[in-house]
């Protein structure tokens, strides 16, 4: 990927000629099933492009209740573009299609509009879990049906689809834009795609210039980008193998309760009161294990292509001692 990097022909993007960013905007645009793509410097300044360009002030966004959108942007669509969400839980961020539609507003003199429906996938709150496309497809028939837009958050799209051994765009067939991530579990230094309709892309372009996401040489970001769609990718199996081996190797550890994970990313219930998530973290901190303490009792590891099963075994080995 460094020699991928450093061997990128690059122009100024900002003028829309970078080859290199249009070859990776071609290629995940094809790869979603939609008409084209736009290259963002990070996954957060992507997601709020795709809420500013469905929605208007004063309206509202339908998202689900433990969503990086909802939780980890910082309230930027209410600041960005004065939108307010209307937070629906659900069962591992399968978002209820008839709990959806209960939230979406009666379109009277009273109340705000419903401009928008936000969704993710993998739902990494959850524990990377994967959302059936079935309750996707239902999403978008209910949405269709109320003629509202859906906004997909699939920084971890890859996962999904390697999960569910279907196409990306099968997966992607029930938002009208598509957020993807290059940086996570794919190995990429930085970088995100927003994917959808040729004339909002077009828009989008205009919206990352208001927030200052147009890069120049961008090539030798999108180098990195299709460098790991052609080696990166397939791999991604490898990765749910040893989440699933840390998984049972937690499952033994007493004070823990692993949620069985369907892809990388396994979450950590820490069940021992007199022992905060933070607490085990630290610890496994200092065996040079990272796992963040997402929560006052719970953990996420993510395992990525740096993580080897020797990596698993240390993590294993780091996790008995840093509970005992
Ligand atoms: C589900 C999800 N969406 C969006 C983002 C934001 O991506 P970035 O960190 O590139 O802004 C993240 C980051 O962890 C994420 O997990």
Known sequence: MRQAI?????????????????????????????????????????????????????????????????????ANAAWLGGVQFVPVTSDRGRLDPDA???????????????????????HGASGGSVVPVETLTQLRVMADDLEIPVHLDGARLWH??????????????????VMVSMSKGLGCPAGSLLAGPA?????????????????????????????????????LAEDHARAARLFAACSEIDGLRPVPPDTNTLRIDVVRKDLPAEEVSRRLADRGVWIL????????????????????????EALHEAVA
């Open 293 to 316: 303490a997402l929560g006052p009792d719970w953990l996420r590891a993510v395992v990525h292509l740096d993580v080897d099963d020797n990596g698993i075994d240390r993590a294993i």
């Open 100 to 122: 959806v539609r209960a939230a979406v507003r009666p379109g009277d003199r009273h109340h705000p509009r419903t401009t928008l429906i936000c969704t993710e996938q993998t």
């Open 6 to 74: 450093a061997e990128a022909v690059v122009d100024d993007d900002v003028l829309g000629k970078d080859p290199t960013a249009d070859r990776l905007e071609r290629r995940v645009a094809d790869m979603l099933g939609k008409d084209a793509a736009l290259f963002f410097p990070s996954g957060t300044q992507a997601n709020q492009t795709g809420i500013l360009l469905h929605t208007t002030p004063g309206s509202e966004a339908i998202c689900e209740a433990d969503s990086h959108i909802f939780n980890y942007e910082y």
């Open 160 to 177: 999904a689809g390697a999960a569910l051994g279907v196409p990306l765009a099968d997966v992607a067939a029930c938002a009208d834009t």
């Open 199 to 235: 004339a909002l892309i077009e828009e989008a372009w205009t919206i990352r210039k208001r927030l200052g996401g147009g890069m120049r040489q961008v090539g030798i970001l999108a180098a990195a980008g299709l460098y790991a769609l052609d080696h990166n990718l397939e791999r």
